[in-house]
């Protein structure tokens, strides 16, 4: 449980190389074998995970893609992905955990989109004030696992902020959230599961400190 089989990546690729049903259909038992063993992997790092955070939810997306709606008309998925859910509406944020041949596979973490209140709230804090979130950002620690922060931003302020405030890099970011990289050979090392919650316990700071951003009013006042 603490490493992604081989075998696990042999299937993706093969999948990747024949995405339609006839073939999906008659390696179905491979599947349901390589399937049970990923989420056995999943749920132990939602075991890890819990002695150092509250995960309510551990969540396995499935193979199948909703095609309904997407130019892209292949049925399957040619990757596994789960994410991990902290208990609401105390903590916020949210864990994901991406598995993908030819060295694609990465987690990820933080606020992927917050909604209009949310954002607002935290553009609001860190105009007051981002001495807080800027120490975090900048722990050695942290950022040598983590980077900075990706995903969506604003060419310039949004509606009602300075164009010019100290904090507009924070400001104008619609996400916020990180991201890691694995190699396969990572991905199938004994370690790894303990590896990626090591990495997900490092950003607890950060979580928790948006947290307490998105439970309190700009006085500190509990919203809860």
Known sequence: MSSI??????????????NNRDWFNAHKPEFKRIESQVKASYNYLGELMNTHDQIDKVKIFRIYRDVRFSK?????????????????????????LHIQPNNESFIALGFWEPNKEDLLRIRKEFEMDDQEIRSILNDKSFNSIWGGFVGDELKTAPKGFDKTHPAIDLIRRKQYIFTKKYSDKEVMSPNFIKDVDMAFNSAKPFVDYMSDVLTTNLNGESLL
């Open 5 to 18: 089989s081989k075998d696990t990546f042999t299937f993706l690729k093969k999948l990747e190389k024949n």
């Open 72 to 96: 892209n008309k292949l049925p399957y998925k040619t990757h596994f992905g789960g994410s991990f859910h902290r208990k609401k509406p105390e903590l916020r944020g949210g864990y994901y």
